[in-house]
Nanobody, 125 residues
Framework: VQLQASGGGLVQAGGSLRLSCAVSGFSLNAYTIGWFRQAPGKEREGVSCINSRGGTTSYVDSVKGRFTLSRDSAKNTVYLQMTSLKPEDTAVYYC???????????????????WGAGTLVTVSS
């Protein structure tokens, strides 16, 4: 099981980025897929998660209306489109997979079974 996140970078406040997570070793239909982030000095938090086979998608309140999670099953890739970025979105973003289903919010970080290396998103003011 491998998850490879990419697409991070430096962007000005108000800008956009699209993160990609290429999944190998399993099908997107087998696991809950989630984007988590960790800002300096803060705990990891679930940003957006989607159940296996699509369907229920959750967003943390701070990104609702600005971030969109999508998946391309043919490419076994999950995306996180981020718009209207704010300095407080600065963090390392991780692509994760787990068996716990999304119920209103992302599972806890400890409940996600597989983590990829993160990609750094820096939003300047």
């Amino acid at each position: 099981v491998q998850l490879q996140a990419s697409g991070g970078g430096l962007v000005q406040a108000g800008g956009s980025l699209r993160l990609s997570c290429a999944v190998s070793g399993f099908s997107l239909n087998a696991y809950t897929i989630g984007w988590f982030r960790q800002a300096p000095g803060k705990e990891r938090e679930g940003v957006s998660c989607i159940n296996s086979r699509g369907g229920t998608t959750s967003y943390v309140d701070s990104v609702k209306g600005r971030f969109t999670l999508s998946r391309d099953s043919a490419k076994n890739t999950v995306y996180l489109q981020m718009t209207s970025l704010k300095p407080e979105d600065t963090a390392v973003y991780y692509c994760t997979a787990g068996w716990r289903r999304v119920v209103g919010a992302c599972p806890r970080p400890d409940d996600m079974n597989y983590w990829g290396a993160g990609t750094l998103v820096t939003v300047s003011s």
